[in-house]
């Protein structure tokens, strides 16, 4: 695909938008490619911050920068319409593989969507905010601004997913896994492994349990749900292990099915306490992330525009087997968040071939299309009195609902358990932030 379709459509204020995004594609592509090749993980994107708040102050928009005291967040507002439209940025790599979810094209679509939109924020009476969002892959960065209150008046939120190729682009009734994760710790009794064994209680033996329940729970694991457990406690061969740490996550369509889910894998854990002796330590090391949410009116608007690009529209990606703490955005805001393939790509997610294909031809032409796909959604809302009127009521209705409640739904894993446990077992608080999440 090329700007050609986007630059020759029927309706003069569209060909406008994708007119004003040409005139700055490469000062977007020079950001994109930077954080491309220069990758920070979670929480310490400070280089990607820099880049992608001086493009947009360069612009006109006026940028708080570390907001929410997340030093690698940021907020950029434009305008002071009674609409108020966000277009989220991520920009965290994976340790080890770099950009192998693509990241470095979400920035680049999301700061393409804002510039193309930049001098039309007054006509379509339009508040432009474009967040920056750290620690999606872990740490939950955006469960964490709106805790802090960044989303707070929103009315809709956009950003795209590159994934590998795929035949449609529809965006209507794709949806994503809810996912959380947790540290488990036994503490046991450390002992000479040679004289006298049997005074130990054997941390790691706890642990060991724990994985075999695990993998004998997976026969009743059910379709579109995942669990995963890595130990990460080392220890050496004359001493019996007093600790043993296992980081654990679980996954499932729906939260109903995820709480069920989560209840039989800590059981797994529980019995490692109760087999050995030891006691049990449980807690949440990121937020949890919520299932997609695509927001219907913002789903119509988004399809229209594939395919005035000649994006092809062959039904829904339906489940993507994946997480994303922008579900937890639009549980909360009428939101959208499409996954979108480059043309050719293969592999997978989270790999280093595809981390390649993020910054091929076919990458920066798919950035090309989500950009200016953005900008037309949030132009069509904000100038259709019919689909502006239903977003506004859909976000007053999800914020009545979302009123005093905390954001992160209750977490019923026990803190503690096992024989040598002391006190009532306790959750986690609704309010539970990442191990290493910044203040």
């Known amino acids: 695909m090329t700007l050609d379709a986007a630059l020759t459509h029927p309706d003069p204020r569209k060909t406008a938008i994708a007119a004003a995004f040409a005139a700055r594609r490469e000062d977007v592509l020079t950001v994109a490619r930077a954080i491309h090749a220069d990758p920070e993980t979670a929480f310490t994107e400070q280089h990607a911050h820099d880049r992608c708040a001086d493009l947009l102050e360069g612009a006109g928009f006026t940028v708080e920068r570390g907001v929410a005291e997340l030093p690698t967040a940021f907020r950029a507002t434009l305008g002071a319409g009674s609409l108020v439209a966000a277009l989220c940025v991520e920009y965290d790599a994976l340790p080890e593989i770099g950009h192998g979810c693509g990241h470095n094209l979400i920035a680049g679509a999301s700061l393409g969507a804002a510039l193309a939109l930049a001098d039309v924020v007054d006509q379509l009476d339009v508040t432009l905010l474009v967040i920056g969002t750290p620690a999606e892959e872990h740490g939950g960065g955006k469960q964490l601004l709106i805790d802090r209150g960044v989303f707070d008046g929103v009315h809709l939120a956009l950003m795209s997913h590159p994934t590998p190729h795929t035949d449609t682009y529809d965006v209507l009734g794709s949806t994503s896994q809810a996912v959380g994760r947790w540290r488990a710790t036994y503490t046991g009794r450390g002992a000479h492994a040679a004289a006298n064994p049997t005074d130990g209680i054997n941390a790691n033996d706890a642990a060991v349990v724990a994985q075999v329940a695990a993998g004998l729970l997976r026969q009743r694991v059910k379709d579109g749900q995942r669990l995963a457990l890595v130990p990460q406690q080392g220890g050496v061969t004359n001493i019996v292990p007093e600790t043993a740490v296992v980081d654990f996550e679980c996954r499932a369509l729906t939260m109903p099915e995820f709480e069920q889910l989560r209840t039989q894998l800590v059981a797994c854990f529980e019995a490692g306490a109760v087999a050995t002796g030891c006691t049990l330590e449980i807690e949440a090391s990121e937020p949890l992330y919520e299932p997609l949410q695509q927001d219907e009116v913002l789903g119509i608007s988004w399809n229209e525009a594939m395919a005035a690009l000649g994006r092809p529209l062959a039904g829904s990606l339906g489940v993507m087997a994946a997480s ?103 959750s986690l608080p609704r309010d539970s932030e990442p191990l290493n999440a910044p203040r």
């Open 324 to 426: 994303t703490d922008m579900g937890n955005v639009s549980q909360r805001v009428p939101g959208l968040h499409p996954f979108v393939g480059i043309t050719g790509a293969g592999g997978a997610l989270h790999t280093r071939e595809f981390a390649a294909h993020a910054a091929s031809e076919e990458g920066y032409l798919l950035l090309d299309d989500c950009a200016v796909a953005m900008a037309w959604v949030i132009q069509d809302v904000a100038t259709s009195h019919t689909r502006r009127t239903l977003v506004i009521e859909r976000a007053a209705q999800l914020a009545a609902e979302h009123q005093g409640r905390s954001a992160v739904p209750r977490s019923s894993v026990p803190r503690s358990s096992g024989p040598r446990s002391s006190g009532p077992r306790s």
